[in-house]
């Protein structure tokens, strides 16, 4: 079983609209992060659940929503879709006090 | 911002030790050094992490200097499937919820 799933695995999508991406971890942790990967590479935290949560919230748009119902997901809705939000946004957990995360396989982005 | 200092590249022969360096002068007593690696477009994974101690896994080993401003990654016998971006990040353990910060880190590559 995969450690963290996220879905879909690549988004196509045209500006303005609404689209969601979820994650879901089955490792039982309790603290997941959103994170952004831009064209250039560079890995930037956007957002940190810590048991259903808030803890970290970046400089990110309003646009962006994290939602986590449970432990075990931690749900992305991005309304208002822009080209710059293309990129490959990669979910994550970790245990409390433990900053060895696991990361999912990412969600490739494309905004057109 | 990230807290350490990487080369951009290096580069390694298949079978041989891949050493890779980190620079965190300003490393706090309470923060670790972690080392995760990023294989072309899957998501980052975690390789180990030490305080003081080196530290020695199945993966690779990590020397930190006495003054716990450097360290190094050692993967003994690298392969192919090792060539990677190598992260090395610096970060506390005293608050759930903290997220890696990445910088550029170091993109190995390994030939035959």
């Known amino acids: 079983d995969t450690a963290v799933s996220q879905t879909p695995k690549y988004l196509v999508t045209q500006m303005g609209n609404d689209k969601s991406i979820k994650c879901e971890q089955n490792l039982g942790h309790d603290t997941m992060y959103w994170y952004k990967q831009d064209s250039k590479k560079f890995l930037k935290i956007m957002f940190s659940?810590?048991?259903?949560?808030?803890?970290i919230n970046e400089t990110v748009p309003n646009r962006f929503s994290p939602k986590s119902p449970d432990k075990a997901h931690l749900n992305l809705h991005i309304n208002s879709l822009e080209l710059g939000d293309s990129a490959v946004y990669f979910c994550?957990?970790?245990?409390?006090?433990?900053?060895?995360?696991?990361f999912g396989q990412g969600t490739r982005l494309t905004v057109v | 911002d990230a807290k350490t200092t990487q080369p951009p590249s290096m580069d390694c022969a298949e079978g041989r030790a891949a050493n890779l360096p980190c620079n965190h002068s300003?490393?706090?007593?309470?923060?670790?050094v972690y080392w995760y690696r990023q294989i072309h477009s899957q998501g980052p994974q975690y390789i180990i992490h030490g305080l003081k101690n080196n530290e020695t896994n199945e993966m690779a080993s990590l020397i930190i200097t006495e003054d716990r401003k450097s360290s190094t990654l050692i993967l003994p016998h690298a392969t192919l499937r090792d060539t990677a971006v190598y992260y090395c990040i610096v970060t506390p353990r005293d608050q759930a919820g903290t997220a890696l910060i990445f910088g550029k880190g170091t993109t190995l590559s390994v030939s035959s």
């Open positions: 994550a957990s970790s245990q409390d006090f433990s900053t060895e995360a696991f």
């Open positions: 659940y810590n048991n259903k949560e808030l803890i």
């Open positions: 300003t490393i706090s007593g309470n923060e670790y």
